[in-house]
């Protein structure tokens, strides 16, 4: 007889842990199903995010970091000597770090009841899943809900094709062995950019290549100016506009040709990173015949509340529309085995945060000042310098912006863009103002502790108004 629970669940990525764990609480039975095997051979829960994705990227910039900014501690007063790379080091930190977190899902899973499963889970006719591991043997599972949570993969462009040798993808760009003295990255998006930033500062002397001419679309476009000018800084070399038409591994590098203004240009490196995109991963998981339908991209269909052509199928995360983000999955999954429950949550994909963990880290929620032009929507803005904020020149970080936009009429917060330090720990304030329906007003009005990074967001909603204290307003208000 087969295995039999209220939930199954496939994939234990950030969406499909987070559905399992809330389920579970929730005095669900629960099965989740995951294939991958971690680097010692075991299998290793967390999908990308913990295994090959945020975890590993954040602990490679973080450390990166630190090292890089040896360079500045003269400045300061500090004299520092004998700082030293040991990449291995470093990469068996990473590696720690992510086994300390895949390890955690595991006691999670067990502390809340959840029954893990190793190997390929498929759908069968109904809401029964199969499952095959890795010796080729299957089970079968039934269930009488199924929440498909099978996350995304790097995407592949046939002009470079991945080798796993020279050219890698974003999972290969975590582990090299060397510093590479050349690199060449295409695509200028947020894990290009991330990981640009750790071999830049590593030592390599890095090349991005970008199709589009604009430089990040989808943030504002007076950030997008202002980080562009300090990546560059930096040492990262982004060419705009640059399509790349063909790459040639010829064993001592890589050959990438790319069209740029009609010309046809060269650019050689020792190792070239494919940064292009991530696609929705569904292989193995469906019948020809499965009423789960994918959207002309390779999305699983899913309506609002997740929910997919199939009655009694869910589908959460990177697998489903909207952005490829683990936060967002985490709220999805969430939500599903609520509802299944029967509570009625929702996600509000309004106020979904975005962060690039570049130095500075670029953070955003809400609505851009071009978008917002874009309709015709009447507005203002309120911009602050972080060089005018007191915790950021006394941390010696003190480049950057932040700005608040908020609708001209009700003053409630439309939008929120901080180009800074901390970007990423700021932006979760004007997450929360936002869905609290707040006005830049309200922001303005309440106190925070002196001297913080958090003022930088205080004034710049104080400026929405011209009320801001540490700059002279534009905008003169009363
Ligand atoms: P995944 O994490 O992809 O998990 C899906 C899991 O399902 C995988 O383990 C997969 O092997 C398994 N699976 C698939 N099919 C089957 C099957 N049929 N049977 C069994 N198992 C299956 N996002 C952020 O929010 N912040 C960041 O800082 C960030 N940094 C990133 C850095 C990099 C380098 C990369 C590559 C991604 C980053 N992301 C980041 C994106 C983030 O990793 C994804 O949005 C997130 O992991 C998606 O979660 P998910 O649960 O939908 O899918
Ligand atoms: P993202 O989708 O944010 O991960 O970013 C991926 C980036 O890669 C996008 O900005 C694309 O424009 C860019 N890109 C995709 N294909 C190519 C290509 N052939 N040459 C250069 N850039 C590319």
Not at 219 to 228: C, G, M, N, S, V
Not at 243 to 253: E, F, P, Q
Request: charge should be negative.
């Amino acid at each position: 007889m087969s295995d039999s629970y209220d939930i199954v669940v496939i994939g234990a990525g950030p969406a499909g842990y987070h559905a399992a764990i809330r389920a579970a609480q929730l005095g669900m039975s629960v099965a989740c199903i995951d294939k991958t095997t971690g680097a010692d051979g075991k299998p290793s829960l967390g999908g990308t995010c913990l295994n090959v994705g945020c975890i590993p990227s954040k602990t490679l910039l973080d450390i990166s970091h630190r090292y890089a900014a040896t360079s500045d501690y003269e400045e300061l007063g500090l004299k520092v000597s004998n700082v030293e790379l040991n990449l291995a080091g470093v990469l068996a930190r990473k590696d720690e770090v992510v086994g300390k977190l895949t390890g955690g899902v595991d006691m999670l899973f067990s502390g809340n009841g959840v029954t893990p499963y190793h190997g390929v889970g498929s759908l069968l006719p109904g809401s029964d899943v199969k499952v095959t591991k890795d010796d080729g043997t299957e089970e079968i599972l039934s269930a009488k809900h199924v929440i498909l949570a099978t996350g995304s993969v790097p995407m592949q462009i046939g002009a470079a094709p991945v080798d796993d040798d020279r050219i890698v993808d974003s999972t290969g760009a975590l582990s090299f062995e060397e510093v590479p003295n050349r690199l060449g990255i295409i695509g200028a998006g947020i894990i290009g950019l991330e990981l640009g930033s750790v071999w830049s500062r590593f030592g390599s002397e890095v090349v991005v290549l970008e199709a589009l001419e604009k430089f990040l679309p989808n943030a504002d476009e007076r950030i997008a100016r202002d980080a562009l000018r300090s990546f560059s800084k930096q040492g990262m070399d982004i060419r705009l506009g640059t399509r790349v038409l063909s790459s040639d591994n010829h064993g001592d590098g890589v050959t990438v040709t790319y069209l740029v203004n009609d010309e046809e240009k060269t650019l050689e490196c020792d190792k070239l990173i494919v940064a292009v995109g991530r696609a929705p991963y569904s292989d193995q998981l469906l019948n020809d015949d499965s009423p789960v339908k994918l959207d002309e991209r390779g999305f699983i269909f899913v309506n609002e509340q997740c929910e997919t052509d199939a009655s009694d199928v869910y589908a959460v995360g990177d697998a489903v529309r909207g952005p490829m983000l683990a936060h967002k999955g985490m709220e999805e999954g969430i939500m599903v085995a609520e509802r299944i429950a029967g509570f009625k949550p929702a996600v509000n994909y309004d106020c979904i945060p975005s962060v690039i963990y570049t130095h500075p880290e670029i953070a955003w929620v809400g609505q851009t000042e071009q978008e917002l032009r874009d309709t015709g929507a009447n507005y203002k803005a309120g911009t602050f310098l972080f060089a005018a904020n007191g915790r950021a020149l006394a941390g010696s970080d003190a480049e950057g912006i932040v700005k608040v936009v908020s609708d001209a009429e009700s003053d409630r917060i439309l939008g929120v863009h901080i180009f800074g330090p901390q970007a990423s720990e700021l932006i979760a304030q004007a997450v929360i103002a936002m869905e609290f329906g707040a006005t830049a007003e309200d922001l303005g009005l309440i106190m925070f502790a002196h001297p913080t990074l958090s003022e930088a967001v205080h004034e710049a909603a104080l400026g929405v108004a011209g009320h801001a204290i540490h700059t002279v307003n534009r905008r003169k208000g009363k």
